[in-house]
């Protein structure tokens, strides 16, 4: 961590029109959460002594959604530019230590990355780089004889030769806070974009013989942007494989860690194994020895030690106890949605929905269902995934008979209950 206080100025104001989308850019999601938002959490490592997001486009959408009490907000209208944008968070900053500047769409640079940064400038300015063997697009870095940074020079303002240098500036700068209101005063537009340029302050710094330090980034998908949907699904899949990654090297066995979906925050035991094709949204726990069959989606579930779950189930806001085997009846029909054992139905069937699976653990009824203009079939699972038996409808007596069952299935030792309820004007359900 640095010596000296940090402040963190992320800038997210951005339209993104290559988006093509109506949500504001920074609010695309990125392994289940908001660009802007991986942003301010990993600021939020840094223990900044202020955390300011600058908006623009977006407006309320963006404040609403990542709202917290340790962010400050301020709104950049019209936008003129990166050290226009700085600029309009002045107000909320303090003149002491460095101030960190951050992208709302840049979501996947490490904090010891930021660390390093802070570190190579406590005593003047640092700017991270990075060497790129097609640096288009980019801002370049001059360096003079000795090797020392002079300037940076956007591309659209670059000599031919300037344009075949291949450090590039990628937009994160740590800045001596005392310098900085003086220095973004300073700015002028003329350029070719007609903008106020954060990056021409690297030349007033010099000019003032404030020393101007480079850092480099471990990963170059540490500071790639998102301008595209095409860049936001090379980011995911980046993303998703660092997740991968990283719950290998703490023990859990993946069958192929190129197909996993984590959307959200997933913490497990140990000896854990998770089979091809699974997504995990919201906040899921795995215990020890739990084994997820291929094509689950799991979403805020916590499962007990020791638990099995085969293939294509789907748990919403469910706990499963340890040592179970979960699995759904076969040749599903119709719109369907999956009920857990923590909720209720009452007034047969949501509008729109035919079919609904009820999941019971062996213990618990839902004394509450409603079987008007509902046909009710059950399925149970013996210990053994291959024995399923069907039953045809059970009527009017639904209620009594899925108590009875379920105390049954605590007494036999069956693993699991589902029923599956379809109106009436639904074709029968099949076993399998």
């Known amino acids: 961590m640095a010596e000296t206080p940090v402040q963190v100025v992320i800038l997210a104001a951005g339209q993104g029109k290559r988006m093509h989308s109506n949500l504001p850019k920074v609010l695309h999601p990125v392994a289940g959460k908001p660009l802007v938002q991986h942003v301010i959490d990993t600021a939020r490592t840094l223990a900044p002594a202020k955390l300011v997001v600058v908006y623009g486009h977006g407006g309320e959408v963006v404040r609403s959604t990542v709202a917290a009490p340790d962010v400050s907000w301020a709104r950049q209208e019209p936008q003129l530019g990166t050290g226009h944008a700085v600029a309009q968070a002045l107000p909320a900053l303090a003149g002491a230590g460095q101030t960190l500047v951050l992208y709302g769409d840049v979501p996947l640079t490490l904090a010891s990355t930021l660390k390093r940064l802070l570190q190579a400038g406590r005593d003047g300015l640092s700017v991270l780089t990075m060497e790129l063997s097609d640096p288009t697009g980019y801002g370049r870095i001059v360096r003079d004889g000795a090797g020392n940074v002079r300037r940076i020079v956007e591309e659209k303002d670059a000599t031919p030769e300037e344009k075949a240098i291949r450090e590039v500036n990628t937009g994160i700068m740590a800045i001596p806070s005392a310098r900085l209101g003086d220095w973004l005063g300073r700015l002028s537009n003329t350029n ?33 942007g998102v301008n595209s949907k095409v860049q936001l699904a090379e980011l995911e899949r980046v993303q998703q494989r660092n997740l991968a990654d990283a719950m290998l090297v703490a023990g859990v066995r993946l069958a192929d860690p190129h ?39 799991l979403k805020d579930v916590k499962v007990g030690a020791g638990a099995q779950i085969a293939a294509f189930c789907h748990f919403d806001d469910a706990t499963i106890g340890p040592d179970a085997a979960h699995r759904i009846p076969l040749n599903r029909q119709g719109r369907a949605v999956q009920i857990s054992p923590a909720r209720m139905l009452a007034g047969g069937l949501p509008e729109g929905v035919d079919d609904v699976v009820v999941m019971l653990d062996g213990k618990q009824a839902f004394a509450s269902i409603d079987p008007a203009g509902l046909d009710i079939y059950w399925g149970a699972y013996l210990g053994t995934p291959e024995q399923l038996l069907v039953s045809g409808p059970l009527g009017d007596v639904a209620e009594e008979i899925i108590r ?18 379809r109106r009436r004007d639904r074709e029968p359900a099949r076993g399998g």
């Open 192 to 224: 070719a974009q007609g903008e106020y340029y954060l990056t021409d302050i690297v030349a007033l710094a010099v000019a003032e013989g404030i020393p101007v330090r480079t850092a480099h980034p471990d990963n170059q998908w540490e500071v790639l």
């Open 404 to 421: 009875v069952r379920a105390d049954a299935a605590a007494r036999l030792g069956w693993v699991f209950d589902t029923y599956l309820l």
């Open 259 to 297: 197909r996993i979906d984590v959307r959200g925050d997933l913490t497990h035991g140990r000896d854990v194994f998770i089979d091809v094709g699974c997504v995990f949204e919201g906040r899921v726990e795995l215990g020890d020895a739990v084994e997820v069959g291929p094509y689950c989606v």
